[in-house]
């Protein structure tokens, strides 16, 4: 699944020790992290949610719960 040409949302903030994640990979004509790319990518298209987010998603990852709603939440506010 692809949100913008500039983000694989597969792999969206795939490191998920920082805000800004990891390198994006797939922007070969620029450096910018993955933070920058989901920002730029949601100012051009919206962040288009089409349902809520289970509650139970993060049951056997609960260590990520925290970093996805600080950027969920930082997407939310653009």
């Not at 933070?35 to 919206?46: D, H, M, S």
């Not at 949610?49 to 506010?77: A, C, H, T, V």
Request: aromatic share 12%; charged share 25%; proline share 3%.
């Amino acid at each position: 699944m692809k949100l913008h040409k500039l983000m694989d949302f597969n792999r969206a903030f795939y490191s998920y020790d920082t805000l800004d994640g990891a390198n994006c990979q797939t922007v070969f004509w620029e450096k910018m992290t993955q933070k920058e790319a989901a920002v730029q990518a949601v100012k051009k298209i919206g962040l288009n949610q089409i349902s809520e987010i289970p509650k139970g998603i993060f049951g056997l990852l609960p260590e990520y719960k925290g970093m996805f709603e600080r950027r969920y939440g930082l997407l939310r506010e653009l």
